[in-house]
């Protein structure tokens, strides 16, 4: 082995397999440097750390690096329902940081423009997200996840009195700003099928849905609506979820079943698609959730229906 392929080897290892093409004449070290989701200041560290390592090596009085990037196109997981009420946006908040433990590299969008609630979920109230080139750069909620809620964007509390075309660019803004090194947004969708789903389907084309529905008849009907809204624009569905399937008293541990229990699990035989699992009716998931610590980051038993959802959603994801 050359001089010059024990160089290369020692700066493809510090730069994680970033740095090729690596040549060294007449004194110069040239490489080309990957820095495909890395932000400004990440590029500039790795970039300082090759050059130095490459200083050290006899021959090299100069070194010369290119830099370059892929745009990477972000796969976009929409989780909606037909009705509010459901447990959506926990259901969103929780599916995000179990896929984050699972190594997948998260993002997630609070996209219900009028009744954000993903910051106090995630631990991100108050905070401001910058912008630069006119893109927003996303604020970090629980776990280190990057998120962005209009919520982060007006006071708490102050209502948004926007008609549609207004909440979509809204949402637009939303999706397309600065994630990084995130493979996969999860979007989580205002209840109902109007203006604001309507856009998102349409513009952003999700990669596929989750639907989120209680056991009851009333919820379930309501469900198969937002299944139709995203079959009508051929966005596919990776399946659906019944949440508040089963009380679990906190002083003897019976479960019962105030709402029913199977009805989301028959509705998505029946739709042909798949049932993704279910999520009881706990107060201790409700107080984690009020305190921003969602259950999902965990290694209580709380935390298994989102991590079992949140394996076969990958699991979605890599057959594709």
Not at 9 to 35: E, N
Not at 106 to 120: C, E, F, H, K, T
Request: contains cysteine; charged residues 20%.
């Amino acid at each position: 082995m050359t001089d010059n392929d024990m160089l290369s080897d020692r700066l493809r290892t510090l730069s994680s397999g970033r740095a090729g093409a690596v040549r060294l004449r007449d004194g110069v070290l040239s490489l080309v440097l990957d820095v495909t989701g890395l932000g400004e200041t990440e590029r500039s560290a790795l970039t300082e750390r090759i050059e130095a390592e490459a200083l050290k090596s006899p021959g090299v009085a100069q070194v010369r690096i290119a830099q370059s990037s892929e745009k990477q196109e972000l796969v976009l997981i929409a989780v909606a329902s037909g009705k509010g009420g459901v447990g959506k946006s926990t259901l969103a908040a929780n599916l995000a940081v179990a896929l984050s433990r699972l190594g997948v590299r998260i993002g997630l969008v609070d996209a219900d423009i009028y009744g954000p609630s993903q910051p106090r979920l995630m631990a991100s109230e108050g905070q401001k997200p910058q912008a630069e080139d006119k893109q927003l750069i996303p604020v970090r909620g629980t776990a280190g996840i990057p998120m962005l809620s209009m919520g982060h964007l007006v006071e708490p509390g102050r209502a948004i009195a926007w008609r549609g075309p207004m909440a979509g660019n809204a949402l637009g803004q939303l999706i397309d700003a600065k994630w990084g090194d995130a493979q996969v947004l999860i979007v989580d969708l205002p209840p109902g099928t109007g203006d604001v789903q309507l856009s998102m389907v349409q513009k952003h084309k999700p990669t596929g849905g989750v639907i989120v529905s209680t056991p009851q008849d009333l919820a379930l009907i309501d469900a198969t609506r937002a299944v139709n809204l995203f079959e009508q624009v051929g966005v596919p569905m990776i399946g659906l979820v019944e949440n508040m399937a089963g009380y679990v008293c906190p002083h003897c541990g019976e479960i019962s079943d105030p709402f029913g229990i199977g009805g989301a699990e028959a509705a998505a035989k029946a739709m042909n698609m798949p049932f993704l699992g279910r999520i009881p009716l706990s107060i201790g998931i409700r107080s984690a959730s009020d305190a921003g610590t969602p259950p999902a980051a965990s290694d209580g038993p709380e935390a298994e229906p989102f991590l079992a959802i949140a394996r076969r959603v990958k699991e979605w994801l890599d057959a594709r």
